[in-house]
């Protein structure tokens, strides 16, 4: 008889090694190798579509007119998603514990049922009576929310065959097991082959099918990345836990654009839209404490209003802290660097934080001249106007570069009440009755600007 070999995979990673090792020599992580003895063949038998498709056929061939979105009857879901899910996608959301992966589906899932649609919610984590209790808090009472508590995917696929929903939601794909497969569930193997299953039936029978993914330590969604590489969508649930303010985005999408944002606000009552999140994450204050800029960021295709705090004190030790949350350190240690060289002022012996309001993270690069100013703004104690915001990109020779979407981000600006920008000098004329633009090619030239206001 053919003895069975064992291995041992890294959760966080995926390295497979024929020998126990407590630390992995991959992600250096400790006591994340665990046992697996996956059933013969399991590894090499991979898996078809089986979408009858006689032969291969020319892209201006292929027939796409029955193809349609279907509303999830949330207006910023549907904007991150690209304007509605699309027939027989594979969706995954994910996010740390009690973000509101659950909530915001279920919600979802009462909208679409109203509209004559029948939803299959399949969860392998809590029982009928405990999703009916969160149900009834959020007034979910379509009789088309079907649930079904159950983890073995046999018997998933046997219950899809007969109810023929329209959409399925798996709370969640670390839960659910292939029998055959000897492994604990939310193991690699287990993870992979399931998110195969679901990709077979969801692009088979044309089912669009949403999966939740727990989380690692670092944040990221377990099962090292083999899910996202998947699935045809990514969303990531943000936000603090014990705050109000929630952020879903997306970091996949192969039907819109990435990086698209939706906001949302946590009650009582589950996940309400914020229609204007610029609102939420600036002040009202027409004269604004030392240390406070405005930025005009772009969220996928979204402009939005962002505060960012600048703290500029003394430091008593020999090397002075830099700290900086929902911006990257390096982007923050070149703002301090270009500010201190071209705009003359010493902050080699101070400490300085970042900080962005409302919890949101920014990637982008046209917020550095926000950045450069709030930082100016706390070490000169001189309080910038309510009304006045920045956008632009600062280079390492002190240069004011030109960003994209500039004519969306300063529409936001004006609808907000805005009535200055200081803006890079760009070739283009821009006509903008209602604010006044003040362009600028360097640091230098933005002060100069800043200290005639």
Same mark, same amino acid.
């Given at each position: 008889m053919t003895k069975t070999k064992k291995r041992y995979v890294c959760i966080e990673c995926g390295y497979t090694t024929l020998s126990y090792l407590g630390r992995c020599p991959e992600c250096k992580n400790w006591d994340t190798l665990k046992e697996?003895?996956?059933?013969?063949? =399991? $590894?090499?038998?991979?898996? +078809?579509?089986?979408?009858? *498709?006689?032969?291969?056929? /020319?892209?201006?061939? @292929?027939?796409?007119?029955?193809?349609?979105?279907?509303?999830?009857?949330?207006?910023?879901l549907d904007r991150v998603l690209g304007g509605g899910i699309v027939e027989g996608s594979l969706v995954l959301i994910g996010g740390e514990p009690g973000i509101g992966k659950s909530t915001l589906l279920l919600q979802m899932t009462d909208a679409i049922a109203k509209s004559g649609k029948k939803v299959l919610y399949v969860s392998g984590e809590e029982s009928q009576s405990q999703i009916k209790l969160r149900a009834e808090r959020l007034?979910?009472?379509?009789?088309?929310?079907?649930?079904? =508590? $159950?983890?073995?995917?046999? +018997?998933?696929?046997?219950? *899809?065959?007969?109810?023929? /929903?329209?959409?399925? @939601?798996?709370?969640?794909?670390?839960?659910?097991?292939?029998?055959?497969?000897?492994?604990?569930?939310?193991t690699l193997i287990q993870v992979r082959e399931c998110a195969a299953r679901f990709l077979k039936i969801s692009k088979g029978m044309g089912i669009p099918t949403f999966i939740i993914g727990h989380v690692t330590k670092e944040g990221v969604i377990a099962g090292p990345r083999v899910l996202e590489h998947m699935v045809?969508?990514?969303?990531?649930?943000?936000?603090?836990?014990?705050?109000?303010?929630?952020?879903?985005?997306?970091?996949?999408?192969?039907?819109?654009?990435?990086?698209?944002?939706?906001?949302?606000?946590?009650?009582?009552?589950?996940?309400?839209?914020?229609?204007?999140?610029?609102?939420?994450?600036?002040?009202?204050?027409l004269t604004k404490s030392p240390g406070v800029a405005t930025a005009v960021t772009l969220e996928g295709t979204r402009p939005l209003l962002v505060e960012i705090e600048g703290l500029v004190c003394y430091s008593p030790f020999p090397q002075p802290r830099r700290l900086s949350t929902g911006i990257d350190y390096n982007r923050m240690a070149i703002c301090i660097a270009v500010i201190e060289k071209k705009a003359g002022i010493r902050l080699s012996g101070q400490d300085i934080?970042?900080?962005?309001?409302?919890?949101i993270r920014l990637n982008d690069t046209a917020c550095d001249l926000a950045t450069c100013f709030a930082l100016y703004s706390s070490y000169k104690e001189i309080s910038l106007a309510g009304d006045l915001c920045f956008i632009g990109e600062v280079s390492l020779t002190g240069e004011v570069r030109g960003v994209i979407g500039i004519e969306s981000r300063i529409k936001e600006a004006t609808r907000n009440g805005f009535k200055r920008i200081i803006i890079p000098e760009i070739s283009q004329k821009l006509n903008f009755t209602?604010?006044?633009?003040?362009?600028?090619?360097?640091?230098?030239?933005a002060v100069a600007a800043l200290n005639k206001l």
């Amino acid at each position: 008889m053919t003895k069975t070999k064992k291995r041992y995979v890294c959760i966080e990673c995926g390295y497979t090694t024929l020998s126990y090792l407590g630390r992995c020599p991959e992600c250096k992580n400790w006591d994340t190798l665990k046992e697996e003895i996956p059933k013969k063949g =399991t $590894e090499r038998q991979g898996f +078809s579509l089986n979408l009858n *498709l006689a032969r291969p056929l /020319p892209i201006n061939k @292929i027939n796409i007119d029955n193809i349609h979105r279907i509303k999830t009857g949330i207006n910023e879901l549907d904007r991150v998603l690209g304007g509605g899910i699309v027939e027989g996608s594979l969706v995954l959301i994910g996010g740390e514990p009690g973000i509101g992966k659950s909530t915001l589906l279920l919600q979802m899932t009462d909208a679409i049922a109203k509209s004559g649609k029948k939803v299959l919610y399949v969860s392998g984590e809590e029982s009928q009576s405990q999703i009916k209790l969160r149900a009834e808090r959020l007034n979910v009472t379509s009789q088309n929310v079907i649930v079904f =508590t $159950e983890n073995n995917i046999e +018997s998933i696929e046997t219950e *899809l065959q007969e109810l023929k /929903p329209d959409i399925i @939601i798996v709370d969640s794909i670390q839960t659910v097991v292939i029998p055959e497969i000897n492994t604990v569930p939310g193991t690699l193997i287990q993870v992979r082959e399931c998110a195969a299953r679901f990709l077979k039936i969801s692009k088979g029978m044309g089912i669009p099918t949403f999966i939740i993914g727990h989380v690692t330590k670092e944040g990221v969604i377990a099962g090292p990345r083999v899910l996202e590489h998947m699935v045809d969508t990514v969303l990531y649930f943000e936000g603090e836990t014990k705050g109000m303010i929630r952020i879903l985005r997306a970091v996949k999408n192969r039907f819109g654009s990435t990086d698209e944002i939706g906001v949302f606000e946590m009650t009582g009552r589950g996940l309400i839209e914020i229609k204007n999140p610029s609102q939420i994450f600036i002040s009202k204050n027409l004269t604004k404490s030392p240390g406070v800029a405005t930025a005009v960021t772009l969220e996928g295709t979204r402009p939005l209003l962002v505060e960012i705090e600048g703290l500029v004190c003394y430091s008593p030790f020999p090397q002075p802290r830099r700290l900086s949350t929902g911006i990257d350190y390096n982007r923050m240690a070149i703002c301090i660097a270009v500010i201190e060289k071209k705009a003359g002022i010493r902050l080699s012996g101070q400490d300085i934080y970042i900080n962005v309001s409302g919890g949101i993270r920014l990637n982008d690069t046209a917020c550095d001249l926000a950045t450069c100013f709030a930082l100016y703004s706390s070490y000169k104690e001189i309080s910038l106007a309510g009304d006045l915001c920045f956008i632009g990109e600062v280079s390492l020779t002190g240069e004011v570069r030109g960003v994209i979407g500039i004519e969306s981000r300063i529409k936001e600006a004006t609808r907000n009440g805005f009535k200055r920008i200081i803006i890079p000098e760009i070739s283009q004329k821009l006509n903008f009755t209602d604010i006044k633009l003040f362009p600028v090619t360097s640091i230098r030239d933005a002060v100069a600007a800043l200290n005639k206001l």
